[in-house]
């Protein structure tokens, strides 16, 4: 059972796991530091609780940790309980959700073994934002998709910022590298997949005229500006687009990803796609 263990003061280097996360050059959440994955919320701490990556700590008010009494029923981890003020000295800032986990990060999945049993993957290139990578990963939990690939330019999807907004479900979706970029994308070919490159440009097909039952997709997604490069595009075995309507010319990543996991996944379980 966790240990509960009441700590007064900020500097207390039992609280180095969550110490100065508004530091640039200290944070524990980067690769290029500790690499501790954290979690903020009740919620996102019961998900990285349930995961498989190794928790070290909690720290939080009193009130959060008891809200956490089950989740660590049987686990013999220490939960640190303080003050707001604490805290607030403690990570850099005033935390309005009251507890915080950190952990340590688990080994990655090897991409053949990811391959082997994915029906439909998200391949991205260029996502360097944390908030659009923490939205896409929720919206692939939510819609299932089973597995994240993650090209050149992508940011660190267990990054703090990513992990909250991604609701802790970065912590289950599994990821992993694609080196050699786009000829990686081979890879996926090998394995059975048919690659998609999602392009809002007026040549691309419709998602709905794209037939993808029974089959196993790899739908590529690119960053939020400038989308996928021609090269990404081009090594695709087809460019595909969510159709627009009163002059918009593009979705935020996130957003259109979601459209098209949910498109594609329906297509696959015999839904909504329509032979093209």
């Given at each position: 059972m966790a240990q509960v263990i009441e700590v007064?003061?900020?500097?207390?280097?039992?609280?180095?796991?969550?110490?100065?996360?508004?530091?640039?050059?200290?944070?524990?959440?980067?690769?290029g530091g500790r690499g501790l994955v954290i979690a903020e919320g009740v919620v996102v701490v019961q998900r990285l609780l349930a995961s498989r990556y190794p928790v070290r700590a909690l720290l939080g008010v009193p009130r959060r940790i008891e809200a956490l009494a089950p989740d660590l029923a049987d686990r013999d981890i220490p939960a640190y309980a303080t003050s707001a003020e604490v805290m607030a000295e403690t990570v850099g800032f005033h935390l309005n959700r009251g507890v915080l986990a950190a952990a340590d990060r688990a080994a990655p999945v090897p991409l053949p073994d990811l391959l082997a049993t994915a029906r439909t993957i998200a391949v991205l290139e260029g996502v360097g934002d944390h908030e659009n990578l923490g939205a896409l990963f929720r919206n692939?939990?939510?819609?299932?998709?089973?597995?994240?690939?993650?090209?050149?330019?992508?940011?660190?999807?267990?990054?703090?910022?990513?992990?909250?907004?991604?609701?802790?479900?970065?912590?289950?979706?599994?990821?992993?590298?694609?080196?050699?970029?786009?000829?990686?994308?081979?890879?996926?070919?090998?394995?059975?997949?048919?690659?998609?490159?999602?392009?809002?440009?007026?040549?691309?097909?419709?998602?709905?005229?794209?037939?993808?039952?029974?089959?196993?997709?790899?739908?590529?997604?690119?960053?939020?500006?400038?989308?996928?490069?021609?090269?990404?595009?081009?090594?695709?075995?087809?460019?595909?687009?969510?159709?627009?309507?009163?002059?918009v010319d593009s979705l935020n990543v996130a957003t259109a990803g979601a459209v098209a996991f949910y498109a594609l996944t329906e297509g696959a379980r015999g839904g909504t796609a329509r032979q093209g």
């Open positions: 007064a003061d900020p500097a207390d280097p039992r609280l180095d796991d969550f110490r100065d996360l508004t530091t640039a050059d200290r944070r524990p959440d980067r690769p692939a939990a939510a819609l299932g998709v089973d597995a994240v690939l993650l090209g050149p330019g992508c940011s660190d999807p267990l990054y703090r910022r990513s992990v909250r907004v991604s609701m802790g479900h970065v912590l289950a979706v599994p990821f992993a590298p694609l080196h050699d970029w786009p000829a990686g994308l081979d890879l996926l070919r090998a394995a059975g997949f048919r690659v998609l490159a999602l392009t809002p440009r007026a040549d691309a097909v419709p998602l709905s005229e794209v037939a993808v039952g029974g089959e196993r997709v790899a739908l590529l997604l690119g960053s939020e500006g400038p989308g996928l490069t021609e090269a990404a595009i081009a090594a695709a075995d087809a460019a595909v687009r969510i159709p627009m309507s009163r002059a």
